[in-house]
């Protein structure tokens, strides 16, 4: 595929939403999440391999567990030093957003004590242009739009972490699990990205991919979830269905599925997970009875392709592995994206 970029370098540096334009019908976006910077990651060279327009990190780019900003600067580094990883820096744009690895604290949120300074590293890595609205805002959420009228497509990131509220947690041994919580005070994204979030899925886009570092629709497991807050996970259902054509794009769990909401007609709701890029939970996969086929339990990235050329276009998700093999594949048609409306029923609190 021969691409030939436009960017929009003066508006990235102006503005927290930006915007540029591919040459061809087809537009392929790879994604992933969990790589440890002291592990090998040949899996870079398969992504390169498979000529993506832009690539998504959707968390955990690092595994730093410190909430010091040198010792996170210092993993980034490591990183950056790949081989690997430097193919895909010259090959292809890369955004990112952190997931708790990389944002210093197992499982942190909001208590996180240097989170302006850790998000200073995290944007220096990531190129943000120091002009940029994103510098002054709290969190690392960034959207931008790609394609002209008809065929655009927006990325929405977001920050699951500097805003978070306290989780409700039961230990297990030296394990933290978590429940849903009934405490409708506690926030996952916090006042301003709620509001920006609103703002952002009334843009104009024919094909929106929402990326949360944490699951969206599973909501059995006793991980990090988005359900663990279901008062919030409401709200965020209810505003994807006031907007159109939402896939949702999520990492952190190490292994790759394909999750689908319990639906109020044909429409889907669908969401895509990636993980890990360099390491896996072994051969199991977390519950979830929102699964739509089987699970991907070994090192992976995503990879999303949109065939504008059709006269009601595709949507085609591939899980893949360090070699570019497909271990999972999923397709969906634009026209079952155009309204989003869900019956949306949350587990039980306990």
């Known amino acids: 595929m021969h691409r030939i970029y436009m960017y929009m370098t003066m508006v990235l540096a102006l503005l927290v939403v930006s915007s540029f ?20 990651q040949p899996i870079w060279d398969a992504v390169v391999d498979c000529d993506p327009d832009l690539f998504l990190f959707i968390g955990d780019a690092v595994y730093a567990d410190s909430s010091d900003p040198d010792v996170i600067q210092q993993a980034f580094d490591q990183l950056n030093q790949l081989s690997g990883f430097q193919k895909l820096r010259n090959h292809c744009p890369i955004y990112g957003i952190w997931d708790d690895h990389d944002y210093g604290i197992n499982d942190g949120g909001s208590e996180h004590p240097r989170k302006q300074e850790v998000q200073r590293v995290f944007q220096d890595f990531f190129g943000v242009p120091k002009e940029s ?7 690392v959420y960034q959207a931008f739009v790609m394609g002209d009228p008809g065929k655009r497509v927006q990325v929405i990131m977001l920050d699951t972490r500097y805003h978070r509220g306290p989780l409700k947690t039961v230990q297990f041994g030296d394990v933290s699990l978590f ?8 926030t996952m ?3 301003s990205q709620w509001r920006w979030l609103e703002d952002q899925l009334q843009m104009p886009a ?24 279901p008062h919030e996970r409401t709200k965020l259902f209810n505003a994807i269905a006031a907007s159109n054509g939402v896939i949702i794009l999520s990492g952190d769990q190490h292994f790759a599925e394909v999750s689908q909401l319990h639906r109020d007609g044909q429409n889907e709701l669908l969401e895509f997970t990636s993980s890990g890029l360099t390491h896996t939970r072994g051969n199991i996969a977390a519950p979830s009875n929102h699964r739509v086929g089987a699970s991907v339990v070994e090192q992976n990235f995503g990879l ?37 409306a869900a019956q949306v029923i949350n587990p039980p609190i306990p």
């Not at 019908?25 to 002291?38: P, Y």
């Not at 609205?133 to 969190?139: A, D, L, P, V």
């Not at 429940?179 to 005070?185: M, T």
């Not at 497909?326 to 989003?340: A, D, G, P, W, Y």
């Open 304 to 340: 999303i392709d949109i065939n504008w050329t059709l006269a009601d276009p595709s949507i085609v998700f591939t899980a893949r592995s360090t070699t570019g093999q497909v271990l999972l594949k999923h397709e969906i048609r634009s026209s079952q994206l155009r309204s989003n």
């Open 189 to 191: 994204l916090g006042d």
């Open 21 to 40: 334009v591919f040459a061809d019908e087809t537009v392929r976006i790879a994604f992933g999440s969990c790589a440890k910077q002291d592990q090998p």
């Open 179 to 186: 429940l849903p919580s009934n405490d409708s005070s506690v």
């Open 206 to 229: 024919e094909i929106r991919l929402l990326v949360s570092s944490i699951q969206v629709i599973p909501d059995i497991h006793p991980f990090e979830k988005w359900a663990n807050l």
């Open 133 to 139: 609205k994103q510098r002054t805002q709290e969190g």
